[in-house]
Structures are given as C-alpha cells and as structure tokens.
C-alpha cells in the first residue's frame, strides 16, 4: 500500500475510533494523558487504590460487626496509609500498567502478601505504642475479610474500567501466522480491551521512527512478525520511551515457548528455562485432595441444585436425566462420563446424521445448533450446569477438577501420534479450553492450550483455572 494511502487509512481508523469514544471520554472528564502516563493507567490506579480503602473500611465493619472492640475498628482505620503503603511494596498498583491483560486471580499471591504484611506492620506499630495487640481470633477476622474484600473490589474496579473506558488503541506490526493469533486471542479474550487501529508488515514497519504517522493516536505497539529485527525492535522501544507508548512481543517461537515456566536473568542475558521433568508425586497427590476436597464440598453444597435440574429434565422430556457415555481417560483408558442428559433420546446413535465423523478435518467437532438439543438441554449447556454430574466423576478418580476435556473414543482413536499427549494426564472437568474459548476455539489452538498445560501442571495453575471458569460460565462465550 502507497505511503499516503496507508497513511490516510490509519488516520480514518483512528478518528472513527476518537468520535466513537468522545461519550465516554465526556463522562469520565480526564484529559487524555496525565503527568505523560496515559489516562487508562493513572485513573485504574486510583480506582484500584480506592477499592483498597474501601476493602479496609469493609474489614472494619465486619469486625464491628463480630464485635471486636471499638478500638480494633479505629486501629484497622487509622492505618490505612499503611495498607495502601504495603499494596505498594507487593506491586499491586504497577502490574496493569506493564501487563496486556489484567486478571485479579493473578494477584492473589500479592493480596495474600499485602494482607499479611500490612497486619504485621499494624502490630509493630501497635506494640512501639504500647497498645493492646490483636487477639488471635481478631486477626483471622481481619485476614480473611480483607483478603476477600480486597480481591472482590479489585475485580470490580477492573469490570468498570473495562466497561468505561474504551478499548487500548494499538498498532499490530506483524504477519503470518503469528499476526492471526495475536487477533483470534483479541477476538477470544474481549476483557483484553484492545482494539486494534492499524497493522503495518515487516517491511513498512521499517520505516517507523519518531514522528511517525503509524504510531499518532496509538497506545500500545503489538510486534508479532516471524523473525524479529533487533534494530527495529530497538528503534521501536526509543520511541516508545519518548512517546509513552507501551510495547509487546509476541516471541516467534510460539510453539516452543508455550512449555517455557519463566524468563530470568544471568546479568544482562535473558534465559528461558524450560520445564522438561514430570509432575512429582507430592504435586499429584496434592491435585487429588484438592479434587476429592471440592467435588465433595460441592456435591454437598449443590445438592437441591443438581435434583432441582433433574427433576426439569424429568417433566421437560422424561427419563432418563442422565446421559452415560464412555469416554477416554487417563493414559486412553475407558470410562463412563456422566452429564445431565441435554438431547433427545436415542441421540447419541443418531450422531451421524448430523456429522460424518471420517470427513472431519480433525479429531473433534461440536456442532453450534445440533439439532438433536432440547430447548432446556440449550438452557443448560450455556450454563454448564450439564456438567455438573461428572463432580462424582472427579471424586471417583476418573477425572479430576482440571484438565483437558474427556473426548468420544471413536475420535480419540483417530488422534495422531503427536495428539495423544493430552491422555498423559486425567481428563478435567475444566480446563484451558474452557477458559480461554470453549467452542469457538479450533483443534490446533485447543490443542496449544492443553500441551501448555499438561506440560506445567501445578496446584497453583489449577486453582488459577478454578477461579478463571467462573468468569467463563458467566460469559457464556462459546457454550453450546
């Protein structure tokens, strides 16, 4: 594309963009940039500070209301700035601002952080004045209701921010497949709020430099090319520092660098360090007490639920209410699923009427209006309420809460060699796929997702994939 052309095109996008966004720039009333940070960051870190006073307000009152004495209410108040101070000290107010995405469940070692040193400073302070400490029972009350009130409240800042603000302009350099996925996970992934306004190949990006057109009105610089040029990502991060504009890469060895656990530092050299060793026992034996801990607090818990759905499938469409279908495990070892049936009865025989399971391009499908559904089967599903049946299937051993999705056998046996990597560990409930897709996701990026997973499987991963699936079931994107 022309020079002039080009030009012209990023600079329409980018006024479409302005005159869409004027409303709510008008609402929030803040100028654009702020002390040369951009408006989106320095109003999210004062939100999220807000939510912090608040979280210690609600601590407050939650001990008032167990009634600790007035002077533990007015202690816990009177040292908010050191709260706020110890917030700081985890990174609590930074990260958004270097991150592409913000997800509250990923501070939840920083919260735990920020909690346990703010109350140990408040007792210091405490003890140097010569006040009557917390009793043991005050400070359980005092952790675990600022926890909860610190995390609910950050989650809430960033649903308004993300509902207020508009999207973060962004300039795609990149091409190939690399340039495709970073677009499917902008499409997959809408609590991102990125949008981008112009895309530029290697080849034009070469002339990107300060003042350049490309980058007027944009906020963040996305390079996803094949090989990366070290003299314009260079180049790139001198602007940027003088622009404030913020930069991601997207490594070419996307592949590859999905198994990578982290990037650290020997002096100045940045080293990948891979994670080529199996799950220890200890890690194995701590994902299945979590796994009978849940399943089994949750069939509890849910009980009038789960004979509530029943008992509407009963009257809705008759027996049965529950859909057995074997499945593969671990290692590709047979066993029977259960869900709450969804289809009609007999549907299951009648799969290939509506799919011929030899002509599919891969070893999955998942039809968006299978006709064999009921109207409350479509209710469900959307829900995931469905699913819920397969809890007894995590406390029997046969699943666990998380993992990759339990396939039919007929499509298991048409996997490849290089497929068969997702029955090295047991078949979840959730998993990857749900969160970051579910049905929209095809088979390569589903199978992205899981190889990451099977191949960094931690309690600490799956708990983070826990609190991710709440998010995903009340989206309801790609359930079907």
């Avoid at 040029?229 to 060895?253: F, G, I, T």
């Avoid at 050299?269 to 890690?283: F, G, I, K, Q």
């Avoid at 849940?294 to 859909?323: K, N």
Wanted: with cysteine; net charge positive; charged share 25%.
């Amino acid at each position: 594309m022309p020079g002039g052309i080009e030009t012209q095109a990023v600079s329409d996008i980018t006024g479409s963009w302005a005159a869409a966004a004027t409303a709510r720039r008008r609402l929030l009333d803040v100028p654009l940039t702020v002390g040369g940070r951009f408006r989106r960051d320095w109003l999210r870190r004062r939100l999220l500070a807000a939510g912090d006073v608040l979280a210690v307000a609600a601590a407050a009152v939650v001990l008032r209301l167990s009634h600790a004495p007035d002077r533990v209410v007015l202690e816990v108040l009177a040292f908010t700035p050191g709260w706020l101070l110890a917030a700081r000290i985890c990174g609590l107010y930074d990260r958004d601002h270097r991150a592409l995405r913000h997800l509250t469940v990923d501070e939840v070692p920083r919260i735990f952080g920020m909690v346990l040193g703010g109350s140990a400073a408040l007792i210091l302070v405490l003890t140097l004045a010569g006040a009557p400490d917390l009793t043991a029972d005050e400070r359980l009350e005092l952790w675990g209701s600022t926890i909860g009130s610190v995390f609910a409240l950050r989650a809430g800042v960033r649903l308004l921010c993300r509902s207020l603000l508009p999207p973060e302009r962004t300039l795609l350099i990149g091409e190939g497949e690399l340039a495709q996925a970073v677009r499917r996970k902008l499409e997959l992934l809408p609590d991102l709020n990125v949008e981008i306004v112009a895309e530029l190949d290697a080849v034009a990006a070469a002339g990107v430099g300060e003042g350049s057109p490309h980058l007027r009105g944009v906020e963040r610089v996305i390079v996803a090319l094949p090989a990366v040029d070290e003299a314009l990502l260079a180049r790139l991060l001198h602007v940027a520092r003088l622009q404030q504009l913020k930069v991601s890469l997207v490594p070419p060895l996307r592949a590859r660098l999905g198994t990578a656990v982290q990037l650290t530092h020997v002096s100045d050299l940045p080293v990948v360090e891979y994670h080529t060793w199996d799950t220890s026992r200890t890690t194995a034996l701590a994902k299945r007490l979590l796994d009978v801990g849940v399943s089994g607090v949750l069939l509890l818990v849910l009980a009038p639920l789960l004979l509530l759905v029943a008992a509407a499938i009963r009257l809705a469409d008759g027996s049965p209410v529950l859909f057995v279908q074997e499945r593969a495990g671990f290692e590709g070892r047979a066993f029977r699923m259960l869900k709450f049936r969804t289809m009609r009865c007999g549907a299951h025989d009648r799969v290939r009427d509506v799919v011929d399971l030899d002509a599919l391009p891969a070893p999955m499908f998942k039809l968006r209006d299978d006709p064999r559904v009921t109207r409350l089967g479509r209710v469900l599903r959307s829900l995931s309420l469905d699913e819920l049946p397969q809890l007894l299937n995590v406390l029997r051993g046969d699943m666990s809460l998380v993992g990759p999705r339990p396939e039919q056998l007929d499509l298991v046996a048409r996997y490849e060699p290089e497929h068969r990597f997702r029955l090295t560990v047991k078949p979840g409930l959730t998993g990857p796929m749900q969160v970051y897709g579910r049905g929209e996701l095809d088979f390569e990026e589903r199978l992205a997702l899981e190889r990451d997973y099977v191949e960094n499987v931690s309690l600490a991963r799956d708990l983070r994939l826990l609190a991710l699936t709440l998010g995903s079931v009340f989206r309801r994107n790609g359930a079907y």
